[in-house]
């Protein structure tokens, strides 16, 4: 084989070797058959994946096919021992392949990336197969729990999982009291409380500091169980919409969105299945409410968030890349506030995921009796969607106006405010700007004088549309000329920049009623 064939030439050779690895066509432990790398390779391309990483999908196993070493024409004195791994512990010798198969690659001349994706096998699936969780649940019926080492989202260990106890959700404290049960000391409830939220750890065998007895007696009893990914879509924008289902309840879906920027990310989660505001403007409203989410079902969202952007194990010290979280997803959060609390100290927990509390903000319609607890009691920022300063207009785009008018609103935010003090983050005021309705200039200054005196900041959203909406968005002039008002009244404004609308993800267009969930 010469180095020096056209690039035709050397991709027909890579393909002659996969075309033989295809008559043993199967699964195995570590190694998905020819069929299910094009399969990636594909579900890789339809999601936007650049060339070489879409080659090193299709090309991932590559290093079981080629031919040996001393058969290159292009060979620095290599041999198949060359690639030989020996562990001392367990006198267990092995090849390593992706090293292998890249070194095979890039004697072909094939692209860095593509070499060093090859190379990094585990990373590269934990990539390339995160973009198609239907067949990761494909997959898991046959590979079991060695499709946890390989993916970015975690799943159940095993069937039996369903019968088993879940102990994602838990605190340290019942965590450290279930393992008293079981007659271990306290400190073992706390190293399993720090390798499911801090490592992310889904599997007891993975927990290395814990005996072996300990890791059976948990697997035969319990289950650690973040919920499942039904579809996942990645916007031209780069924002991702999760829908996720959770344990033993086919009708609790939720969406969850992760909006990457230059110097954070941003995941915006779910605290209801469904909602019961029926506010005008929003997708979420035509969707009934069905049931609260728990403390697991939220926090699950933000650890499944955090797999696929590769922020567990946590590390000290550095900026995760999911590092804001904003309850602005489905539901009314105050409406379900005793998980939600229980939510919010799962995540902030130093001994867990370690969520500073001023990089989480609760968005509220304004249940005001509620709004000074999160003050008192969670020390997060706290945003009011508030959509319309006139009682009267506000009450007709948001029924809970007649539950909660603004008067009453105003009183609870200024306690917020007083209870907060002056270190905490200001409230932030959100207005879905729609045309004709709430965006003139007697609008603006209705606002203005609303939330005068309040440390307030504005942040004025153009209506994203959904399949049925009776709105339109105002024009961008008129958006950028009522935001000169406020500003113009001395109260701090921003246009937030619309994310994930081609694929229903931004603000206002979550509703997770599907027809039918990806086949398994």
């Known amino acids: 084989m010469s180095a020096t064939k056209t690039p035709e030439q050397r991709v027909s050779m890579v393909f002659y070797y996969l075309r033989l690895s295809a008559r043993n066509d199967n699964i195995n432990d570590h190694t998905p058959s020819s069929n299910q790398a094009l399969r990636v390779a594909q579900r890789a391309k339809n999601e936007g994946a650049d060339d070489e990483t879409i080659v090193a999908a299709l090309l991932q196993e590559i290093g079981h096919f080629c031919p040996p070493p001393e058969e290159w024409s292009d060979n620095p004195g290599k041999t198949q021992a060359s ?3 020996y562990d001392a ?6 090849v390593d392949y992706g090293r292998l198969g890249a070194d095979y690659l890039r004697m072909l001349r094939f ?9 990094s096998r585990t990373l590269a699936k934990r990539y390339l197969m995160s973009v198609d969780f239907s067949y990761l649940n494909y997959l898991k019926k046959s590979i079991g729990d060695h499709l946890a080492f390989y993916t970015a989202a975690p799943v159940a260990s095993d ?3 369903e019968a088993r106890s879940n102990l994602f959700g838990k605190s340290k404290s019942d965590i450290v009291k279930i393992a008293e049960e079981m007659n271990q000391p306290a400190f073992r409830g706390k190293q399993i409380y720090e390798w499911i939220y801090s490592k992310g750890a889904t599997l ?6 814990l005996p072996n007895s300990l890791q059976e007696q948990l697997e035969r009893t319990y289950c650690v169980d973040y919920g499942q990914i039904l579809q996942n879509q990645l916007s031209v924008d780069g924002t991702r919409k999760m829908l996720i289902q959770f344990k033993n309840d086919s009708r609790a879906a939720v969406e969850a969105v992760f909006i990457p920027e230059e110097h954070r990310g941003t995941l915006c989660v779910s605290s209801q299945v469904g909602c019961s505001l029926s506010c005008t403007f929003c997708h979420t409203g035509t969707q009934s409410l069905y049931r609260n989410l728990t403390a697991a079902e939220i926090t699950g969202q933000y650890m499944i968030a955090a797999w696929i952007a590769k922020d567990l194990p946590r590390r000290v010290n550095q900026r995760p890349n999911v590092s804001n979280i904003v309850f602005m997803g489905q539901g009314e959060p105050l409406y379900n506030f005793r998980n939600v609390s229980a939510a919010i100290k799962l995540m902030t927990d130093p001994d867990g995921a370690g969520v500073a509390p001023w990089r989480i903000t609760i968005s509220t319609s304004g249940v005001a009796p ?4 999160i003050a008192a009691e969670l020390r997060v920022g706290l945003a009011i969607s508030l959509h319309a300063a006139d009682n009267d207009l506000r009450t007709e785009i948001m029924p809970i106006n007649k539950t909660y008018p603004l008067p009453l609103l105003m009183n609870s935010c200024a306690e917020f405010a007083r209870i907060a003090g002056p270190q905490n983050r200001r409230i932030t005021f959100e207005y879905v700007m729609l045309d004709g309705v709430n965006d003139s200039d007697r609008h603006a200054k209705q606002l203005v004088d609303l939330i005068h005196g309040l440390p307030a900041h504005v ?21 950028a000329a009522f935001c000169g008002l406020v500003r113009n009244s001395g109260v701090h404004a921003s246009v937030r920049t619309p994310r994930g609308d081609d694929i229903l993800a931004a603000c206002g267009q979550l509703k997770s009623v599907h027809d039918k969930a990806v086949d398994a």
Do not use: H
């Not at 512990?89 to 092995?94: F, K, M, R």
């Not at 692209?111 to 190379?119: F, R």
């Not at 007891?204 to 500091?209: E, L, S, T, V």
């Not at 994203?464 to 008129?478: L, Q």
């Open 83 to 85: 690639y030989q791994l």
């Open 89 to 94: 512990a367990t006198n267990y010798t092995s």
């Open 111 to 119: 692209s860095n990336k593509t070499c060093e994706l090859v190379e």
């Open 159 to 161: 069937a039996g999982a």
């Open 204 to 209: 007891f065998q993975d927990m290395a500091n």
């Open 370 to 373: 509620l709004i000074p607890r």
């Open 459 to 479: 942040n004025l959203i153009p209506f994203n549309p959904w399949p049925g909406s009776a709105y339109r968005s105002s024009s961008a002039a008129r958006v």
